[in-house]
């Protein structure tokens, strides 16, 4: 997969992909994370990406020129499969949508700023708008480090375990049990005997009962279809 991300902020998106699990999928050759600094595609002397709005009214709008230039010289290289607007009024961001953009190839990621996009953006480049929950963030970067962290470990080969990624919280609209590891007593906390039994399909049965009632008890919003 290669994912490229258009932000006037590039430095808030080099540590994310420089340590961990992210780094290592880059490593393996697994993801490739491409930053584009807006101001390098501005024509003119002031290296101005954002003005006034139309009509009058607080706050600078994100100029459609540079946008375009990068966007443009990008599919111009390749196709691209999304062009992604990072914005609180998108759509919010859930596992659903996140299983669907990694099977993807190629990925554009913009990061909003500012009061937005110049609408006309939105209306002939971008494919999908997310946000990643109801509150508002200084910029698009640290949502789209969100989503490219939610994406990239679903690449295969990313994680170590491969499963570990089918019995996440929310693969099947159900939160993870509770998990436990040594020591089975501690100051007389103890592991739920259950664990500890050795029957394994009773261990399994036991932890989607705890699926169940966390999800009942934290999340009976997950809940609604059944
Ligand atoms: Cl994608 N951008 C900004 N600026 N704020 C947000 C967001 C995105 N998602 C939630 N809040």
Redesign the pocket.
């Known amino acids: 997969m290669r994912i490229d991300i258009i932000t006037v902020v590039p430095d808030i998106l080099t540590s994310p992909f420089d340590v961990s699990i992210l780094k290592r999928a880059i490593e393996k050759g697994l993801v490739e994370i491409h930053l584009h600094n807006l101001r390098d595609y501005v024509t003119d002397n002031y290296k101005q990406i954002d003005d006034y709005q139309f009509g009058g009214g607080a706050g600078m709008v994100m100029m459609i020129e540079p946008i375009d230039k990068c966007i443009t010289g990008l599919k111009a290289e390749r196709e691209y499969d999304e062009i992604i607007y ?3 009024d ?1 759509a919010t961001l859930n596992q659903k949508t996140v299983n669907t953009l990694s099977l993807k190839e190629n990925i554009i990621i913009l990061c ?1 700023h500012y009061k937005g996009v110049d609408q006309r953006v939105r209306d002939h480049f971008i494919t999908r708008e ?4 109801d ?6 970067e640290l ?1 789209a480090a969100v989503l490219c962290d939610a994406v990239i470990r679903l690449i295969p080969g990313v994680l170590g375990n491969e499963t570990s990624a089918l019995t996440d919280s929310f693969q099947d609209d159900l939160l993870a049990p509770p998990v436990y590891t040594r020591p089975a007593d501690y100051k007389g906390w103890k592991v739920p005997e259950i664990l500890t039994s050795g029957n394994f399909p009773k261990i399994e049965t036991w932890r989607e009962e705890q699926s169940y009632l966390r999800t009942r008890q934290l999340r009976p919003d997950l809940l609604k279809d059944e």
């Open positions: 990072m914005t609180p998108g909003g997310i946000s990643i929950g509150y508002v963030l200084s910029g698009g949502a």
